[in-house]
């Protein structure tokens, strides 16, 4: 059995191999999602732990329940999106794709199969195929850090579907460009009762479904972190954000391709008709469960 994990990422058990012909989207919150598309298994910006720097998280997640992701897609290195503590959560044999620039930051963090991709480049990993997109994002770390990298998006296609992945994004002429999506993956808020420039909101997020014209549209990216402060509870904001996307794709005729979830829900991609599944391949090793007592699992 080859011990190269970008290998074993993309040969498939036969329950794996069900993703091919039953897709599916997941989203764990904020700009977390879980695609399984063409026997693969991929997770979006992993930010799974109860606080990320002055943040608090309102949905509690069970890492340890979650099936292990064969590859992870990081569009941008802000902390809520490139978060090392729920990185190593999943631990560092996990392949990750990431932007041009931030490979070093990661394997000086002891993360070991690191690939940098950026706009117009593909990654191929068993039948799925992961092209990787502009967006219209700071590329900066922080405050404290003098990193500074191009914010990407991604587009994975295989035989079952198409998702479209933007992580932070504004609007920007390349999405009319995005063609066949089958889902996107919209961010619509944030962490605050607002967004700022380099971000889509709930309006912007019409516009973007009226450019990128994607079968359905699942909003990320509201409704699960906000600032610590000492009152108990979430702040009356934070669902505001898919209320107001619901109203203005209602508003916009677009209605019937919205599918809202909450945090830990699933969408199946419908089945296109005639569509002949890959063939099974030998299982991974990475197949099976995360536990807490296998922190290093791949």
Do not use: K
């Amino acid at each position: 059995m080859t011990s190269d994990p970008w290998l074993r990422a993309g040969r498939a058990t036969p329950a794996e191999l069900d993703a091919c012909t039953n897709p599916t989207v997941t989203w764990l919150g904020h700009a977390s999602v879980v695609v399984e598309l063409g026997g693969v298994r991929v997770m979006t910006d992993p930010a799974l732990t109860d606080r990320v720097a002055h943040l608090r998280r309102h949905h509690r997640l069970d890492v340890g329940a979650l099936d292990a992701p064969h590859v992870l897609l990081i569009s941008h290195v802000h902390m809520d999106h490139l978060h090392v503590p729920s990185l190593r959560l999943l631990g560092p044999g996990v392949p990750l794709i990431v932007p041009a620039g931030a490979a070093g930051f990661l394997r000086r963090r002891g993360f070991r199969h690191v690939r940098e991709t950026a706009a117009g480049r593909t990654t191929q990993v068993g039948h799925l195929t992961i092209e990787t997109v502009p967006a219209a994002h700071s590329g900066r770390r922080g405050p404290h850090s003098r990193m500074s990298v191009d914010a990407v998006g991604y587009v994975l296609r295989a035989p079952g579907g198409s998702v479209y992945f933007p992580g932070d994004t504004d609007l920007f002429p390349e999405m009319a460009a995005l063609d066949d999506i089958d889902v996107a993956l919209f961010p619509i808020g944030g962490w605050g009762p607002t967004v700022g420039e380099g971000h889509l909101d709930p309006r912007r997020a019409v516009e973007a479904t009226g450019l990128v014209q994607p079968g359905l549209v699942v909003p990320i990216h509201w409704g699960t972190y906000s600032p610590v402060r000492l009152r108990r509870g979430a702040p009356g904001w934070l669902g505001d954000p898919a209320r107001r996307f619901r109203s203005e794709m209602e508003g916009a005729g677009l209605a019937d391709r919205l599918r809202v979830l909450q945090p830990g829900g699933t969408l199946r991609l419908p089945a296109p008709e005639g569509r002949t599944p890959p063939a099974a391949r030998p299982a991974p090793s990475t197949a099976g469960r995360l536990r807490p007592d296998r922190p290093d699992a791949p």
